[in-house]
Structure formats: C-alpha cells, structure tokens
C-alpha cells in the first residue's frame, strides 16, 4: 500500500456529493459530506439552545446542487422547520446516513 504525504492527504477529495431524490419533494438534491469543521459546528450547536433547529441546521449544511454550492442557508431554517416532518425526517435520514451520524449520536445530541 502506498505511503500518503502530506500533499496526497490534503489534494484528495474526501467529499463527494450523493444524488438523492426526495420523494415527497418529487426531485432531486445533492448531498456532500460535513468536513470536520461541520461536523464540530452541528454538534456545538445542536447541544445548545438551537437543538430545535437539529433537523434544518444538517440540510442547511449538506443539501447543495451538483457543483456543491448550498441550497439552503440559515436564513431558511425557519422555512424548513415548516416543511412536512415526512420530508425533513427523509432527508434528514439520508443525510445522516452519507455522514455516518448514527441515530444514536442523534439521540445524544437531542439530550444534551
């Protein structure tokens, strides 16, 4: 197996997007991958008092268009947290999937 230097570590793409289809949304969206940076971010904010937001803060970080540029910002989670919970929840769930956020870790972020 080959060695990785540093220049290999860092020029590689580690965050591929996922086509999805949201079903109740009748289309589809991209999903990437959360960089380390999101993924303290979410967590820091999920565990305070923006924990209502758990839902729409992980689409406003990871539903974006097949360039990878966002669809949604945090001006939207309003918007999204009036969307139908069948629709948030699916995706959400395809989200946390391509993440490997567990429900688990889901579960712990909500109790905190």
Do not use: H, P
Not at 52 to 76: H, P
């Amino acid at each position: 197996m080959k060695k990785l230097t540093r220049q290999d570590c860092l020029s590689v793409n580690d965050l591929a997007l996922k086509e999805y289809t949201v079903k109740a949304w009748d289309g589809v969206v991209y999903i990437k991958k959360m960089t380390a940076k999101d993924q303290i971010q979410f967590e820091d904010m999920s565990q305070g008092k923006d924990r209502k937001n758990i839902f729409s803060r992980l689409i406003v970080m990871c539903v974006c268009d097949e360039n990878g540029n966002k669809l949604f910002t945090e001006a939207d989670m309003d918007a999204l947290n009036n969307k139908s919970a069948s629709a948030v929840i699916e995706l959400f769930t395809a989200i946390s999937e391509i993440n490997s956020v567990s429900q688990e870790d889901v579960e712990d972020l909500a109790k905190n």
